[in-house]
């Protein structure tokens, strides 16, 4: 299967910065690590314990599998009057998206073209993502108030909207969840390349890894920042 930027899954790039991530912290720890360090068993004297309601209000991922999801349901029916009230001033009626407001739906079939509508239906592997997203992020300006029942519905309205389902009075739940597939699921690989690109016989390159460092196009020349002065000026100024 040949690669192409559409088949990558979102998420991808961010899960790679981790190991460096929780790299640099230990770095940053070491300086500081014995002048802070508790005595075995007593801990630094701060904060508590978290509370299980404060950590029921954090612990709110939902997997591909759908763990994580919370109970619930709702039909497309239901889904409709929220989403005209909640969503559809920056989505649009039909999810279509408005302006550059982001479209939920169609966009099948455009993945390979020169404009992509990457929407839940044409482009995204898994519908947990909608659930985990919405909850976490929708509506834009007041997060996660949505009540569970609110977002099963308008998940339904959602996939309505994209023709995965056809009856508005199906009732999406925690229950029935993972029996939802998106069409363009089978289109997402693991890509497990290494993580670095200096990893050379599983040993990581750490010095004079390229003989000579060449800069071969500089930003301004590939017009990747665009400038409303001359720009065939500040070329030739380069060259
Ligand atoms: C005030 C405008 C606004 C409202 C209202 C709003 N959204 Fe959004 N929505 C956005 C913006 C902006 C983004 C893109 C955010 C980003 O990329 O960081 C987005 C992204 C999304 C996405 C991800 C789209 C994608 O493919 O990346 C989903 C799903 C979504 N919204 C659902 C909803 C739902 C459901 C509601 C109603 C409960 C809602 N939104 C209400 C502005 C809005």
Same mark, same amino acid.
């Given at each position: 299967?040949?690669?192409?930027?559409?088949?990558? #899954?979102?998420?991808?790039?961010?899960?790679?910065?981790?190991?460096?991530?929780?790299? &640099?912290?230990?770095?940053?720890?070491?300086?500081?690590?014995?002048?802070?360090?508790?005595?075995?068993?007593?801990?630094? =004297?701060? =904060?508590?314990?978290?509370?299980?309601?404060?950590?029921?209000?954090?612990?709110?991922?939902?997997?591909?599998?759908?763990?994580?999801?919370? *109970?619930?349901? =709702?039909?497309?029916?239901?889904?409709?009057?929220?989403?005209?009230?909640? @969503?559809?001033? @920056?989505?649009?009626?039909? /999810?279509?998206?408005?302006?550059?407001?982001?479209?939920?739906?169609?966009?099948?079939?455009?993945?390979?073209?020169? $404009?992509?509508?990457?929407?839940?239906?044409?482009?995204?592997? %898994?519908?947990?993502? /909608?659930?985990?997203?919405?909850?976490?992020?929708? #509506?834009?300006?007041?997060?996660?108030?949505?009540? #569970?029942?609110?977002? %099963?519905? &308008?998940?339904?309205?959602?996939?309505?909207?994209?023709?995965?389902?056809?009856?508005?009075?199906?009732?999406?739940?925690?229950?029935?969840?993972?029996?939802?597939?998106?069409? $363009?699921?089978?289109?997402?690989? *693991?890509?497990?390349?290494?993580?670095?690109?200096?990893?050379?016989?599983? *040993?990581?390159?750490?010095?004079? @890894?390229? #003989?000579?460092?060449?800069?071969?196009?500089?930003?301004?020349?590939?017009?990747?920042?665009?400038?409303?002065?001359?720009?065939?000026?500040?070329?030739?100024?380069?060259?």
């Amino acid at each position: 299967m040949s690669r192409s930027p559409e088949r990558v #899954p979102r998420g991808v790039s961010g899960a790679r910065f981790a190991p460096a991530f929780l790299l &640099l912290l230990g770095l940053a720890a070491t300086p500081l690590g014995p002048a802070c360090a508790a005595e075995p068993g007593r801990g630094f =004297g701060l =904060g508590r314990p978290a509370t299980a309601e404060e950590i029921r209000a954090w612990d709110i991922d939902v997997r591909p599998d759908g763990r994580g999801l919370p *109970e619930g349901s =709702g039909t497309a029916a239901e889904g409709e009057p929220i989403f005209a009230d909640k @969503c559809a001033s @920056c989505h649009g009626d039909f /999810a279509e998206g408005l302006d550059r407001w982001t479209a939920l739906a169609g966009g099948v079939g455009t993945l390979q073209s020169d $404009n992509p509508v990457r929407t839940i239906g044409s482009y995204w592997p %898994y519908l947990s993502t /909608a659930y985990d997203y919405i909850f976490r992020a929708m #509506p834009f300006g007041n997060a996660q108030s949505l009540k #569970p029942d609110e977002v %099963y519905a &308008l998940i339904a309205y959602i996939l309505l909207m994209n023709g995965i389902i056809a009856d508005d009075r199906f009732a999406l739940s925690n229950e029935n969840f993972n029996s939802v597939r998106l069409p $363009n699921e089978n289109n997402f690989i *693991e890509d497990n390349r290494p993580d670095t690109a200096t990893l050379k016989d599983g *040993e990581p390159c750490m010095n004079d @890894c390229k #003989p000579q460092v060449e800069v071969t196009m500089r930003a301004r020349v590939l017009d990747v920042t665009p400038e409303n002065d001359d720009n065939g000026a500040a070329k030739r100024a380069i060259e």
